[in-house]
């Protein structure tokens, strides 16, 4: 039998053996990883523009080297994949560029029509409004702007009705302007219908306005915050002059005042109640002064007539008459 020195002695030999062959492996996958990573693989891309539903076809794409390592997730690495048989090609949904990678999430499946529904987000509805030259703009909103939505309408009071116009929605994606997506030739082309990327409350708010009044689109900066005080404009706004109420103050001058949003419209009231009541106060002096102004007495106007060496005093008129 092994003596108790020689158990001890095999024992750490064997801890040995497998620590070497533990190192040994990790030290061949690290370097067959390197190799790997340091390899390239054909990567599905496009040779022309390809803009929305632009069918997808072998003369459009060819295959490059890309990186194993900076493979794009949805890439297609050989033909059978992104090139079917039978007919049935796949369509563009986004825009892709030259030498961009086709990518799954940017084109249909097999056979598919381009559809706008598969543009939307997650919990986004579409939703279209009939404008014309006017309120779309002129022509110049395209697919993917920001929009403003307003709405004029009529509005019952005590002994009248009066018009008016809101800020419906703010900072709203088009979607698609008439039936495409994106203009051909990318000049202004004269629309009928915006689509609208909307909430699905946002959606019924759109269909209920169209029945009640006239929508119109407003162009708005990329990337541009939204306003948070948006005020109802009705006929008696129509002027530009001191006289014209308080107004509620632009998102920039807020900071200008204390106690933040409600501290700048309360100081804005306050100025232009103050800037009334001096317009008024100065206009009612004035009017006091002209009519205490006393009447200027008659003035008595004469000429001196002379006949010979003889002289008189004529008068012609009085101040009075």
Same mark, same amino acid.
């Given at each position: 039998?092994?003596?108790?020195?020689?158990l001890i002695?095999l !024992?750490?030999?064997?801890?040995?053996?497998?620590?070497a062959?533990? *190192?040994?492996?990790?030290?061949?996958?690290?370097?067959?990883?390197?190799? *790997?990573?340091?390899g390239?693989?054909?990567?599905?891309?496009?040779?022309?523009?390809?803009?929305?539903?632009?069918d997808?076809?072998?003369?459009?794409?060819?295959?490059?080297?890309? /990186?194993n390592s900076?493979?794009?997730?949805?890439?297609?690495?050989?033909?059978?994949? @992104?090139?079917?048989?039978?007919?049935?090609?796949?369509?563009?949904?986004? /825009?892709?560029s030259?030498?961009?990678?086709?990518?799954?999430?940017?084109?249909?499946?097999?056979g598919?029509?381009?559809?706008?529904?598969?543009? @939307?987000?997650?919990?986004?509805?579409?939703a279209?409004v009939?404008?014309?030259?006017?309120?779309?703009? !002129? #022509?110049f909103?395209?697919?993917?702007?920001?929009?403003?939505?307003?709405?004029?309408?009529? @509005? %019952?009071?005590?002994?009248r009705?009066?018009?008016?116009?809101? *800020?419906?929605l703010?900072?709203?994606?088009?979607?698609?302007?008439?039936?495409?997506?994106?203009?051909?030739?990318?000049?202004?082309?004269?629309a009928?219908?915006a689509?609208?990327?909307?909430s699905?409350?946002?959606?019924q708010?759109?269909a209920?306005?169209?029945?009640?009044g006239s929508?119109?689109?407003?162009?708005?900066? /990329?990337?541009?915050?939204?306003?948070?005080?948006?005020?109802?404009?009705?006929?008696?706004d129509?002027?530009?002059?001191?006289? #014209?109420?308080a107004?509620?103050?632009a /998102?920039?001058?807020?900071g200008?005042?204390g106690?933040?949003?409600?501290?700048?419209i309360s100081?804005?009231?306050?100025?232009?109640?103050?800037?009334?009541?001096? #317009?008024?106060g100065?206009?009612?002096?004035?009017?006091?002064?002209?009519?205490?102004? %006393?009447?200027?007495? %008659?003035?008595?106007?004469?000429?001196? *007539?002379?006949?010979?060496t003889?002289?008189?005093q004529?008068k012609? #008129?009085?101040?009075?008459?």
């Amino acid at each position: 039998m092994l003596s108790r020195q020689s158990l001890i002695a095999l !024992a750490v030999a064997l801890i040995l053996g497998l620590a070497a062959v533990f *190192v040994a492996n990790s030290y061949l996958s690290q370097k067959e990883q390197k190799v *790997v990573d340091s390899g390239t693989t054909k990567v599905a891309v496009a040779t022309v523009p390809l803009a929305y539903g632009v069918d997808i076809t072998p003369d459009k794409v060819r295959f490059v080297d890309y /990186p194993n390592s900076s493979i794009p997730p949805g890439s297609f690495t050989n033909a059978s994949q @992104l090139l079917p048989a039978g007919g049935k090609p796949r369509i563009a949904l986004l /825009p892709i560029s030259i030498n961009e990678p086709i990518l799954a999430s940017k084109i249909t499946g097999q056979g598919q029509g381009a559809s706008i529904a598969a543009l @939307l987000p997650d919990g986004m509805r579409a939703a279209s409004v009939r404008i014309n030259d006017v309120s779309g703009v !002129a #022509g110049f909103v395209q697919p993917n702007d920001s929009v403003d939505v307003l709405i004029t309408r009529q @509005l %019952p009071t005590a002994d009248r009705t009066t018009q008016v116009t809101d *800020v419906l929605l703010q900072n709203v994606r088009v979607i698609a302007i008439d039936q495409n997506s994106k203009n051909s030739d990318g000049t202004p082309a004269v629309a009928r219908t915006a689509t609208l990327e909307v909430s699905p409350l946002d959606a019924q708010k759109l269909a209920l306005a169209q029945d009640v009044g006239s929508l119109s689109l407003v162009l708005r900066k /990329p990337g541009e915050a939204n306003n948070p005080v948006v005020e109802t404009i009705a006929m008696g706004d129509l002027r530009y002059n001191m006289y #014209g109420g308080a107004r509620y103050p632009a /998102p920039a001058v807020v900071g200008n005042y204390g106690g933040g949003l409600g501290g700048a419209i309360s100081g804005a009231m306050q100025r232009s109640a103050a800037q009334i009541a001096a #317009g008024s106060g100065s206009r009612s002096v004035r009017r006091a002064t002209a009519r205490a102004k %006393p009447k200027a007495p %008659p003035v008595d106007r004469s000429i001196e *007539v002379y006949r010979g060496t003889q002289s008189d005093q004529v008068k012609v #008129g009085s101040n009075g008459r």
